[in-house]
C-alpha cells in the first residue's frame, strides 16, 4: 500500500488553524492594502463615499485574487504558493499625477481605463517578463525600491501637515486684500467707471499664515502613532510586533476620537452589507499613452513578483519553474485587469506576507486561501470602509511615515548587496537614477515646454528612475542571469 506524501505548501490544516491564520496574514496587510485607495481617492477629490466605496472595493479584489493565485485558475492562472495579494505602491505616483490633471470621475475613468490597458498587456507579456530577471539585477530593483518609498514620503508628510494647496496649504489670502479686489471689481464693473477692467485671471498671493496648517494638535496625533508604532515594535514580540503599524493607527483613532477630531456619522450612515459592483464610475477612458505607462509600471511590478516568487519557492522548499513563474506574473495582470473592473488598482504580491511565511513556518498555501476569504468578507462590509476613511489624516500621517520609509528603507538594504567596492559603475547607476527620480518630485514643473502627449510618461519619478536604472545597468554592466542575487534581494523586502 502506497501513501502519497503531501508537500507542506499543498497541506490542509484544521479550519480553525486557518482562519487564525489567515486573519494573521491580513492584518500584517491591513495598512498597506488601505492605503493606496485613500491616497487616490483623496488626490481625485472623490467625496468621503466615495473613497469608502474605493477601500471596499480594494479589499474585495484583494481577497479575490489573493484567492486565484493561492488555489490557482485554470493551467493559466495562480502560482499556488502561499502568497497574499494586495496593490501595489508602485503605481502610486502616476495615478496621483493622472488625478491631480483630472480629478473627479473623468480622472478615474482615466485611471481604471489606464489599468484595464495594463492588466491586459501583462497577462499577454508574462511569459517574457518571467525570462527578463538579467534587466532587473538588485542594484536596479533597490534603486526603484527606494525612489518608491522617497516618493511616497511627500504624501505622508502632507497627510501630517495638511497639502501644500486647498484648505490646508500653508498659506490662505489675507481677508483684508480679498475685501479690496472685490470692492475693485465691483467699481470696475459699474457703468461709466473711470477704474480700467481687471486683467483676466488676475489673483491675489497667498502671505497670511493658515491655521489649519500644521496644527499643533495634529501633530501631536500623528507624533503619537509614530511613537505608539516604535514601541510595538521594539518591545511586541512575533506576531504583535509584526502588525505595530495597524495598532499604531488603531491607537490614534482613538485618542483622535477623544480629541474630538473624529466622528462616526459616516459609519451609522453606512449599510452593514453591501456588494461591490464593477463600472461604478461609469465606462473607463482608454489613453494610449497612460496605459503605456502604467504598463511600465506593471513591468517593474512583475520583475520584483518575480524575485519575490523565487524566495518563496526556496522558502517553502517547493521549486519554481518557468510556467509556474509565467502563471505566477499573468496572475498579477489578471489581478490589475479584475481591480480596472470593480474601481480599484494594480496587484501584487504582497511582501510582508512571504516575510510572515518565513517567520512563522507555516508554508500551506490554504492559509492564504483563507485570508483572501477573510479580505473578500471584509470588502462587503461599508460600514468598514466607511470606519477606516473617517480616520482623520493625521493619524494616517503618522503610520504612513513608518510604512512608506519601510519602502525607502527596504530599497536601501537590496542595495547594500551590492557589489560597489568593485564596480564603480554601480555606484553611478544608483547616483544618476535616483537624481533623474527626484525631478518630478523638487522641480514639477519641469514639463511645461515638453509635448503634451508624453507628459503622463515623465510625471513620475518612479517611472524615470526605473528606465534610468535599467538603461544605464544595461550601458555599464550588460545583462548578465544571476538568479540567486534576484532571490537574496527579494528576501530583503518586508515592506511594499
Known sequence: MTTTVVHPVDERLPNSKLAALGLQHVLVMYAGAIAVPLIVGRALKLSPEQVAMLISADLFCCGLVTLIQSLGATQWFGIKLPVMMGVTFASVAPMVAMANATPGAAGAQLIFGSIIGAGIVAILIAPVVSRMLRFFPPVVTGTIIAVIGISL??????????????????????????????????????????????????????????????????????????????????????????????????????????????????????????????????????????????????????????????????????????????????????????????NTFPYTSFSQNVGLVALTGVRSRFVCVAGGVILIVLGLLPKMAALVESLPTVVLGGAGLVMFGMVAATGIRILAGVDFKNNRFNALVVAISLGIGMVPLIAPNFKQWMPHAIHPLIESGILLASLSAVLLNLFFNGAQVDANAAIAAAKQADAH
Not at 302 to 315: K, R, Y
Request: overall charge neutral; aromatic content about 8%; hydrophobic content about 55%.
Open 153 to 342: 514620503m511627500r504624501i505622508g508628510i502632507n497627510w501630517i501637515f495638511g497639502n501644500p494647496f486647498g484648505p490646508t496649504a500653508p498659506n490662505v489670502v489675507n481677508p483684508e486684500h480679498a475685501k479690496w479686489l472685490a470692492d475693485v471689481t465691483a467699481a470696475s464693473s459699474a457703468a461709466g467707471s473711470a477704474v480700467p477692467p481687471l486683467p483676466k485671471g488676475l489673483a491675489l498671493v497667498a502671505t497670511v499664515p493658515n491655521p489649519k496648517y500644521a496644527d499643533l494638535g495634529g501633530v501631536g496625533v500623528a507624533a503619537l502613532v509614530l511613537a505608539s508604532v516604535l514601541l510595538i515594535a521594539r518591545y511586541g514580540k512575533g506576531f504583535i510586533a509584526n502588525i505595530s503599524v495597524l495598532l499604531g493607527i488603531v491607537i490614534g483613532g482613538v485618542v483622535a476620537t477623544a480629541m474630538g477630531l473624529m466622528n462616526f456619522e459616516k459609519v451609522a450612515k453606512a449599510d452593514w452589507f453591501g456588494l461591490v459592483l464593477p463600472l461604478q464610475f461609469g465606462m473607463p477612458v482608454f489613453d494610449p499613452v497612460l496605459i503605456l505607462t502604467m504598463s511600465l509600471v506593471m513591468v517593474v511590478v512583475m520583475i520584483e513578483s518575480t524575485g519575490m516568487f523565487l524566495a518563496l519557492g526556496e522558502m517553502t522548499e517547493k521549486t519554481v519553474s518557468q510556467p509556474d513563474l509565467a502563471r505566477g506574473l499573468r496572475t498579477d495582470g489578471l489581478g490589475t485587469l479584475i481591480g480596472g473592473l470593480f
